[in-house]
């Protein structure tokens, strides 16, 4: 390819990432919160889960049988502003050459495979290939040559093994985090696993400044588990080279009376077809969510929230129930459908990343 070749598509994916960029801009209003607002009726889905054939069967809700539709056709609509499309081509075209690494639970799997669908959808003639090494998935597309990885790590910080305790979970070691640099982008999420108990627990003991614990209060845990996952971020993360994201805490819906519903079928996400109407959940707020926030207003590097919690605790519809692996008796209203609610996560996770002209992916 010629030197003026090369200079033109250069300068015209400069001027098309430009214009994207104004677009995106000029859409959104000065203070608008993107994460407050309603659920609307809209459009479909961004893709089609039969054509994502990498989405696990656990979420792939209509191929499990899941009758009715209506959870595919609501749009996320925040109160003063227009959201913006998801672009899949510009998303592309801005992590060409890049790595992308989501780190977490199986929520994080959730929002993973949503974005790759997304992608995937966007240039369905483009190749791709997707693995799995140890614990980490990767998503490739080669006409990019871009990576999306997974790398599932419910806890963040070390949980080792112990001849003589078991399973230990060390608040203040996060060895693991050697395996998170180098990347362009970095999206953690944690939760879901630090209030299992009973045989649901994923640890023996735990250890924190030098004393080892049995057990100890979940929140007060998860906290100074993500203090230690803070300092590590300060202390490694080039905001030069790196975008930092937290995805907020996901919210389940296993109890109906938070949302009013008395019905046989309602003590449960099960049997529920639409969301919440307006703006305010009726249910309690999330301590985690303030625990969260405080971690992150500490922190001496950047790290953007995706502030996802409100507008899915309105989504009491978009749960697998018992359309996910465990039919009725698994009734699963932690995860979430694919298509569905994660689409919108990462829909904001992109206009988060290119709306402002200072917010351009780093080199």
């Known amino acids: 390819m010629s030197h003026i070749a090369t200079f033109l598509i250069t300068t015209l994916k400069l001027v098309f990432l430009t214009f994207t960029c104004f677009q995106l801009s000029s859409s959104l209003d000065v203070g608008c919160d993107l994460f407050q607002g309603s659920w609307v009726a809209g459009a479909g889905p961004i893709y089609d889960v039969p054509m994502c054939p990498f989405v696990d069967k656990q979420f792939d809700c209509a191929g499990n049988g899941r009758p009715d539709k209506l959870y595919l056709n609501y749009t996320w609509k925040p109160n003063n502003c227009k959201l913006p499309k998801f672009s899949g081509v510009d998303f592309l075209r801005r992590f060409q ?17 949503s974005l790759a669908c997304m992608l995937h959808a ?4 483009s190749n791709y290939t997707i693995k799995k090494t140890g614990g980490v998935s990767t998503f490739y597309m080669p006409e990019y040559n871009m990576s999306l990885m997974l790398s599932r790590n419910a806890l963040l910080v070390d949980l080792v093994v112990d001849g003589k305790r078991g399973r230990v979970l060390k608040l203040d070691s996060i060895k693991n985090g050697e395996s998170w640099k180098g990347f362009n982008m970095l999206v953690f999420n944690s939760w879901h696993w630090w209030v299992h108990k009973g045989r649901q627990t994923p640890w023996d003991y735990i250890q924190f400044g030098g004393e080892v614990y049995k057990d100890m209060d979940r929140l007060k ?15 490694n993360i080039n905001r030069l080279q790196t975008r930092v994201f937290f995805q907020g805490i996901s919210p389940t819906h ?3 009376i938070e949302w009013n519903n008395a019905l046989p079928n309602g003590a449960s996400c099960y049997g529920e ?3 919440i109407h307006g703006s305010v959940y009726p249910g309690p707020d999330l301590p985690a969510v303030a625990a969260v926030k405080r971690v992150l207003r500490n ?25 996910g692996i465990g039919g009725k008796k698994g009734n699963d ?4 459908c694919l298509a569905g609610v994660p689409d919108t996560w990462n829909q904001l996770l992109y206009v988060t990343l290119v709306a402002n002209g200072n917010q351009l992916i780093p080199k």
């Not at 050459?97 to 495979?113: A, C, P, T």
């Not at 845990?221 to 202390?235: H, I, Q």
């Not at 001496?300 to 129930?321: C, E, F, M």
């Not at 209203?333 to 979430?336: P, Y």
Request: charged letters at 20%; one cysteine or more.
């Open 333 to 336: 209203c932690s995860h979430w």
């Open 299 to 323: 922190m001496t590097t950047s790290v953007q929230l995706l502030d996802v919690t409100t507008l899915s605790a309105l989504r009491k519809d978009g749960h697998p129930s018992a359309y």
């Open 122 to 125: 966007s240039v369905p003639r």
């Open 97 to 113: 050459g890049k790595r992308i690494l989501f780190v977490g639970d199986s929520l994080s799997l959730n929002q993973w495979e």
């Open 273 to 275: 077809t639409e969301p």
């Open 221 to 235: 845990a998860y906290e100074l588990g993500l203090r230690t996952w803070s300092k590590w971020v300060d202390s």
């Open 254 to 256: 296993y109890n109906g």
